[in-house]
């Protein structure tokens, strides 16, 4: 059984410049989410799919930010121009929409360093 | 608004003795409540939850929780600590409306020293 994976683990990237990342979630899990943790603090909600659908997005989520799911199976969340703000640890988790829907599984997170 | 605290940013404990991490939180409903550990270089693993039903509930690696509405607590313990037990640990809150996204506290360090 895989869990949720992540690509890259670590990005370094200069301030302007796109990056865009990867997650895999579990195979039978239809829902996807994405957040953010800055130092310091717990992860923040970005954003959630169930299947391809992007269903809702925080306020955290600025235009710089886009996220898609094609086909409901992996998902990428994009940012653009980025800026020194965006350094974080951005995290995958998926589960499913069933009795257990409100567990979700968390990625090992793709840590982003702007610079 | 919805929000979770966890009022210890650090905690030292040493190893073999009791632990106990406090969360509180604000929410409108019935919460449902998370305890998530996440260790250097990893994801958030998740240590036990709360439904409904036994307010105390058991979770992996011997930790259990206690859910006492009056408080709008739900704190996690261990009788025993590990050494391997040091890591970082969250509570959270759900479900957020539609899409059951999750509330996270800022998270409480554990150190334990031998």
């Known amino acids: 059984d895989t869990g949720v994976s992540q690509d890259p683990r670590h990005k370094i990237t200069k301030r302007g410049q796109n990056v865009t990342f990867r997650c895999d979630p579990i195979s039978e899990h239809n829902r996807l989410y994405w957040y953010r943790q800055t130092l310091g603090q717990g992860p923040e909600f970005l954003t959630y799919f169930q299947n391809e659908a992007q269903l809702e997005k925080s306020r955290l989520l600025s235009d710089r930010f886009s996220a898609e799911r094609p086909k409901g199976s992996f998902s990428t969340l994009e940012i653009q121009r980025t800026e020194q703000g965006d350094s974080a640890m951005y995290l995958c988790a998926s589960s499913s929409s069933g009795l257990d829907s409100y567990e979700q599984y968390f990625g090992p997170g793709t840590r982003l360093t702007v610079t | ?114």
């Open chain 2, 1 to 114: 608004a919805q929000s979770v605290t966890q009022p210890d940013i650090h905690i030292t404990v040493s190893e073999g003795a009791s632990l106990e991490l406090r969360c509180n939180y604000s929410y409108g409903a019935t919460p449902y409540l998370f305890w998530y550990v996440q260790s250097p270089g990893q994801g958030l693993q998740l240590l036990l939850k709360y439904f409904s039903g036994d307010t105390l509930v058991q979770g992996i690696k011997g930790f259990e929780a206690e859910f006492k509405r009056s408080q709008s607590s739900f704190n996690l313990r261990k009788p025993s600590v590990h050494w391997s037990d040091a890591a970082e640990y969250f509570c959270a809150v759900g479900p957020m409306e539609y899409g059951n996204k999750l509330v996270f506290g800022a998270g409480t360090i554990l150190r334990v020293k031998s």
